[in-house]
């Protein structure tokens, strides 16, 4: 932080922008356009990127009006990406590193990753690309099938394991202890110096004006501290004059933050045992980052908030048909908005930026099951289902005569 506050806040913003859409190797890069910040004495050979970061800033106009009578609601899609995670923004830091010490000769055989499907998808298209051996641990039935799909399409070594996440998290820790493979997980700060740059990738996007409330999904933890650095270091070197509010926001059936946050951080940190959630990527009960999600929230004057499996599957539903196409993850984040809104915590003129964390397309399963009204004890009263119809003119045209006039504004 030293060297890098001998130049002032107009010197990193310019620099910063005068780098967005180019393809100079390796600015194009969301994460390496802020290099300086993120690991700058890698060389720019030794970097593996997709080019990834750069995400749509979406303002949710349609949603925020409609469900929460809110005028500057944004949605950070941070989904739109190579692997369809945000999880690219660390892991193209953390596999450029390890390329880095196995070109220096260094003993690493491999990088390794417990995974609830996201991790192990960025952790196995970053070696992919680098020729490094990849090796995943994922809990077994626990994840989608278009997660698991992905490391295996990469060419990982994949352990699907009789166990939870936290199981996972356990056992590549041991393993990583004992053998030259390298943990790609959230516990290594690297993934948290390409993370961060999200939040100024955001300020960067307002034309480097802060907004006032940012709500991330959380499970390990690592991405609330992330967010936390990012705009931290802005307001630190000077490209802003202050940092957002931050919300976590957990599903109520894996929410070991927010019972700590609820008890007033004053008492120990107690672990639980994670419950089936469709958010599955946040179903984890003993997260790794606690003490750093604790620190940013109290450094940002931060909240968590929970959402239960009814109200994170609604608000995904209802952002889905105002035009998004959302993750659980996003659907649990809305959810925790609502319930801020609800209360007046978060007021109609709060600029509010909701972290898109994944997207939609890794969860169509639980979005087919909702939209079926196949999903047991939930109602699904957003539910979208198709229209069975004969193949002849005159049934077609009823069903649609009837559609439209439902359509029809009621004065």
């Not at 995974?115 to 680098?130: K, R």
């Not at 931060?302 to 994170?312: F, K, Y």
């Amino acid at each position: 932080m030293a060297a890098l506050k001998n130049y002032d806040g107009k010197y990193w913003r310019d620099l910063f922008d005068s780098r967005i859409g180019k393809t100079t190797w390796p600015y194009g890069s969301g994460v390496w356009s802020k290099k300086e910040w993120v690991l700058p004495e890698i060389d720019s050979d030794d970097i593996v990127s997709a080019f990834e970061g750069n995400s749509n800033l979406f303002w949710a106009e349609r949603y925020g009006k409609q469900f929460l009578s809110m005028n500057d609601l944004w949605v950070k899609h941070c989904g739109i990406s190579h692997t369809g995670s945000f999880k690219d923004l660390g892991m193209t830091v953390l596999v450029s590193q390890v390329n880095r010490l196995r070109k220096m000769n260094r003993p690493v055989v491999g990088v390794g990753c417990a995974s609830t499907g996201d991790t192990s998808a960025a952790l196995s298209a970053y070696c992919a690309a680098a020729g490094i051996p990849s090796i995943v641990f994922l809990p077994a039935n626990r994840i989608s099938l278009a997660q698991l799909v992905q490391p295996i399409a990469n060419g990982a070594f994949v352990l699907s394991i009789d166990t939870d996440f936290d199981g996972c998290m356990q056992l590549i820790r041991e393993v990583t202890a004992e053998l030259p493979i390298y943990l790609a997980n959230s516990l290594n700060s690297l993934r948290l110096e390409g993370q961060k740059t999200a939040a100024i990738e955001i300020l960067q996007q307002f034309d480097w004006e802060v907004p006032d409330w940012v709500i991330v999904p959380g499970g390990n933890l690592g991405n609330i501290y992330a967010f936390y650095k990012g705009f931290h270091m802005c307001k630190e070197l000077g490209l802003v004059d202050k940092i957002p509010r931050l919300v976590c926001a957990q599903a109520a059936n894996a929410n070991p933050l927010y019972l700590h946050y609820k008890a007033g951080w004053d008492q120990e940190f107690k672990p639980v045992k994670a419950n089936t959630t469709f958010a599955s990527a946040i179903q984890i009960g003993d997260p790794v980052s606690i003490d750093r999600a604790v620190y940013a929230l109290k450094k940002s004057n931060g909240i968590v908030e929970e959402a239960s499996e009814q109200e994170l599957m609604d608000a995904m539903a209802q952002a889905d048909s105002t035009g998004m196409f959302i993750c659980p993850h996003t659907g649990v984040a809305l959810a925790a908005l609502i319930k801020l809104r609800n209360q007046g915590i978060i007021g109609t003129n709060d600029r509010t930026v909701v972290v898109s964390t994944a997207h939609g397309l890794k969860f169509t399963q639980s979005k087919i099951d909702y939209h079926s009204n196949d999903i047991k004890d939930l109602a699904c009263k957003y539910a979208n289902p198709p229209m069975q119809v004969k193949a002849d003119f005159g049934s077609v045209m009823d069903v649609l005569k009837k559609y439209l006039l439902s359509k029809v504004p009621k004065n």
